[in-house]
């Protein structure tokens, strides 16, 4: 499909959701993700313990009404500074009011922070102007004529133009547009994505787009041929569509000066200062040269006689005002003035500008599982809480935090104005994509941040049954800017999917049954922690070392030293014992050792070691501080 291809190749580097995108296409994402939700997952018999947890149907639609207006298409993939944002900031207050959480004290929700949302181009500033043979003049109009793409610095060029071609520098093909031609300080004007395009044997992958198809390749190729800046046309098959302009914000990093310009343009140009070939041939249109290139495959590239550019722009970094949404309800008893946050960024990726996978396409991300569903927490979590009769025994501060998709920003932004004092906030427990379910696993990062965490969320598991996975380390998220202040923090989470930051995170792929039961889950685990008679103290604990030097040649364990002061010593190992196995395992290698002491930490394991001539077995508790 043609369609899909032209997104394929715009200068991305990801582009297997593209195909699926359109429309519920049979084996697209999309169609596979909702053909995830709707087969029957595998679940492995329930632990002996029951799981007694059952679905409340009125609260399911209630979430799920949340998450799906949240991630509604009105929403607009929430982009900070969008209107879309500002109707999901609107809901958030109403339902805070309605639960009945106590706002700031400036009597709103809000606690407003500045981010540097986008630049733009300056459009005033912005001008760019073809000069002629005879007097010839063209001039462009922004947006219409011509597309000035957003780059690191404002630029005023003068100069002359040079045809490239497709501006490809592929010396593995030996195709090298900017061979014999020198266009250092010169503006080029090339044909954009790569020559060949439906012939299955090119050398530019076939009927595939090959790398030098993408616009950082052939930024890249211009910048090493000293290029002052580019003007680029798309090329006939991106053009058979209106022959559109392509979004200024397409790679904002990038420091080259771009701009696109109308292949109508630039058949006015080659009118007056054809290209001529080694026959001597005059090429006079962009479709002639096309079809020149693609005949041989020898580069054309040549100064485009008497033509200069004057070309200018600026950029424009527009801050925008946004909101962390912050509610609460006050606590009652000996740590009320502790505090538990209960968090979700409500932010998306909008129209995908930035952080998006699906290889450029414009379209809302509308982001129902990131993070429709964890602001859906929040917010359902905050009605339960206000609802109860007795009031919790920390302060319970529930926060919707903004722009965490241009990195945390929200939450960073929190970190450093805190509402109530970091030292006394007991704990942070953040939740983001809780919308897919699988095999009733559920992923806890950052449980290791307090030792006093892990039986809280392990005793609330009772009746659900979780798979409670708890990695060392990772996960990019809110708890993040709390970790680094050393406040215990938890990020619950379902797993990553195949349309994370896609437009097809949508809500018809979610399931929200199994949303509502991380937050029935959750409501056991926030009783848990709001009741903890003292505060969890933070520190990822030590890694537990037992403390002995080990060499495993020939597959044999030998104890080459031992720490002083070590569990090893206290527990009785000695230099020179061979440790043949543990818990009545052979140990071949010392790598297994290290994996038991992880796995094993806290409980006692039987060592069987050969002391000598004889077998030693000892007992050892795999716990410092013994
Ligand atoms: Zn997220």
Redesign the pocket.
Known sequence: MRHTKFFQRVFTISSFSVVSALLLIPGSVAAQAVAEKEAPVATEAASPEQESWQVNEATLRQVSYDIKYMSSDEMGGRQPGTPGIKMCEDFIVEEYKKAGLKPLADGTYFQELEVGATRTVDKEASALFLKGPNDAEVKLELGKDFQQLICRKDFDLKNDLVFVGYGISADEHNYNEYAGVDVEGKIVVLIRFEPQGDDPNSVFDGTETSRHASGSSKVTAARRAKAAGILMVNDAKSAANADELIQPDRFPTNSLPIAQIKRSVLDEVLKSSPLTIPTGQKLDSVKAIEAQIDSNLEPISQPLEGWTAEFKSKFVQETTKTNNIVGIIEGEGPNADETIIIGA?YD?LGMGAYGSRAGGRREIHN?AD??AT?TAAVIELARRFNAREEKPGRRMVFICFTA??MGLLGAFHYCQNPIYPLEKTAAMVNF??IGWLRNNELTLYSLNSSKELDPVFETANKGFNFKLKKPASGGG?DQIPFNQKDVPNVFIHTGTTAVYHTPEDDFEALDCEGALKVIDYSEKVLDGLVSLKSKPTFGTPKPFRLGVMLDDANDVVTIEGVTEGSVAEKAGLQKGDIILEVDGKPLTKRRELSLITRRDAGKTVKFKLKRGDSEVMLNVLLKTGQ
């Open positions: 960024h998306h982001g990131d993070n964890g965490e998709e983001d994509m998220s």
